[in-house]
């Protein structure tokens, strides 16, 4: 049985841009010189689908408990929203991001700053616009007494494809975590927990007693943090941080938001969770073959959260038509409620 725990007020973080604003494409372009589509700067990773109001529908049904809704944007907004409620908070990227590492289009920069949100709460949630919340969701699933809820999965780093800007800059974040974590002694109930199951617990174990950090399973679900734990470590790898927010879009040669986990993580300061409990992961296939099984996992409500990630990088404008389509409807089936963030 799930007790609740007491915790104080807890906020969402959500960041969106719009793809298709000229005068955001305009300023874009003025620094991107690539040339070339990157794995770092794809449109991909601007595409909107239109389905945002699902994502406020859904916080707002499943999710009550919720204090503020932050929604970080370049300066442009969703047409269906309604900017007075109460709730929510707009906050530009030139509201907190330091102006030398502005304008940027790096995602990257934009999240390790979250914690220079004055009004932020202390407890506060990071979610991407494509996690849509189909059933409830208590607070226990994020945070127990005040501390984050996350599941450790130890794993062994390899870089298979020397294209994707990720793995590189996973590899940075190990870095910096072995330069801090690696001599200290790890805490053997967050490795080793039955939350993890048997099998995780024994693959955990197994690299517990290694010197050093070999690498931490990266999940794609919302994460819970402390606003204090940026503070922290800010002031503790300033240097390097300030060096990736540097970059007006991603780089190999930088850190992202993973490091604020992992160093979470390698701390000890979460709560042990089985985070796949409460989310399910879905990304396209080839031409979208696998749309109608998404749809499927979204009506049936397989999990609270459903995340949907747009991995459609080659498809045709019809394939993309098509998925994009078929996910509204399967949306809107199980959120048709107007709700009060809509106008």
Known sequence: MDIQMSNHKIDIIVPWVDGGDIKWLEEKNKYDM?????????????????????????IEKNMPWVNKLYFVTWGHLPDFLKTDNPKLCIIKHSDYIPEEYLPTFNSSVIELNYHRIQELSENF???????????????????????????????????YDLSKYTLHRTFNNMGVINKHFSQKKKPIDK???????????????????NENYSGFYD???AVPYRKSLFEKVWEIEGE????????????PLELSIWLMRYWQLAS??????????????????????????????????????IIVNDTLEDATEETFDMCREKIT????????DKCSFEK
Request: proline share 4%; charged share 30%; glycine share 6%.
């Open 268 to 305: 000890g300061e979460f709560y042990p969770v089985d985070v796949t409990k409460n989310g399910v992961y879905h990304e396209f296939w080839e031409k979208g073959k696998n749309v109608d099984e998404i749809c499927d996992s979204i009506r049936n409500k397989e999990k609270p959260m």
């Open 240 to 251: 390097n941080l300030d060096k990736s927010c540097r970059n007006k879009f991603r780089s």
């Open 219 to 221: 999940h794609h679900f």
């Open 191 to 209: 490795w080793v927990n039955p939350a993890y199951g048997f099998k995780n617990s024994a693959r955990n174990l197994v690299k517990f007693f």
């Open 329 to 336: 409807a399967a949306l809107d089936s199980v959120l048709p």
């Open 125 to 159: 949630i990071l979610f991407n616009d494509d996690f849509y919340i189909v059933d409830e969701l208590s607070e226990n699933a994020f945070f127990r007494n005040d501390v984050p809820c996350d599941t450790l999965k130890a794993t062994t780093l390899v870089n």
């Open 34 to 58: 690539s040339g070339e589509k990157n794995s770092g700067n794809s449109p991909v990773r601007y595409r909107d689908w239109g389905l945002m109001k699902y994502f406020f529908r859904g």
